[in-house]
């Protein structure tokens, strides 16, 4: 089973820190998708540092840009694949 763990905003990272260590300690296969919702240094990647958590293996980006743009973008680029 591979469980998806799916966060976009600096408190979705605080708050799901604890059940991203817990799936490591269990050694249980888990990937991070970011939706990018906040995506500049101080409000995401200072988090994932300091908390030291795994990369996200996908980002959607979804902070940049129109919204009807950025639904279809994500659907090709990375939903599809998963």
């Known amino acids: 089973m591979n469980i998806a763990i799916i966060l976009g905003t600096r408190p979705e990272i605080i708050k799901m820190s ?14 991070i998708l970011h939706t990018g919702q906040h995506y500049s240094y101080n409000m995401d990647q ?8 795994p990369q ?8 940049l840009g129109m919204h009807a743009h950025n639904v279809r973008e994500i659907i ?7």
């Open 18 to 31: 604890p059940i991203i260590r817990a799936l490591e300690m269990e050694n249980l296969d888990f990937f």
């Open 46 to 53: 200072v988090f994932f540092e300091q908390l030291k958590l």
């Open 56 to 63: 996200p293996k996908y980002n959607l980006k979804s902070g």
């Open 76 to 82: 090709r680029e990375h939903i599809i694949e998963v």
